[in-house]
């Protein structure tokens, strides 16, 4: 198999998302520069600007797919996900997120990113610039009790093409 390359962008309502809430952050930095709280102010510019560069970093440009690995290439990083006989891929369905809570990461700005769980998944790394239902999984464990890596790339068809199909 030669190894495939596929981009990953964000959609409409994540760009959106994410404009709302640093304008937000701005507009309340103004509010307290304008207060005379230039210390406060300050902090939360700091804040919103290395949320932002941080959250740039770590998110994927592009998702390779290659006979041994899953490699996500990210800005500040690289990260591989090991590709096994057993590793399966599929869109995420609605019972898969219910109970869905956040470990460590962020949401709205930027997409969804960090290490989230469930009840039914322990462990999900979520690298999701896309909407819910853009949403792909990728384990290696049999269901329920496995480590899960969630993508989106912008051709969900032809990425899940490359794995074998679910049992």
């Known amino acids: 198999m030669e190894p495939q390359t596929f981009t990953t962008s964000f959609d409409r309502t994540k760009m959106w998302v994410t404009c709302g809430v640093t304008l937000l952050l701005v507009g309340i930095a103004v509010l307290l520069w304008a207060l005379s709280l230039h210390a406060g102010a300050f902090v939360i510019l700091l804040c919103c600007l290395l949320s932002v560069v941080i959250l740039y970093g770590l998110q994927p440009r592009r998702i390779e797919v290659t006979p041994d690995s899953i490699v996500l290439h990210c800005p500040f990083h690289t990260k591989r996900i090991p590709r096994t006989s057993t590793t399966r891929a599929r869109r995420m369905r609605d019972d898969d ?5 956040r470990k460590f990461g962020a949401s709205g700005i930027l997409g969804e990113y960090g290490l989230f769980a469930s009840k039914r998944y322990p462990k999900i790394h979520c690298y999701a610039k896309r909407r819910q239902t ?10 329920p009790a ?8 912008d051709d969900g068809e032809a990425f899940l093409a490359l794995f074998p199909a679910q049992n």
């Open 97 to 101: 997120l219910k109970g869905l809570w």
């Open 134 to 143: 853009d949403w792909i999984m990728i384990y290696s464990s049999p269901e």
């Open 146 to 153: 496995c480590e899960v890596w969630v993508v989106t790339p």
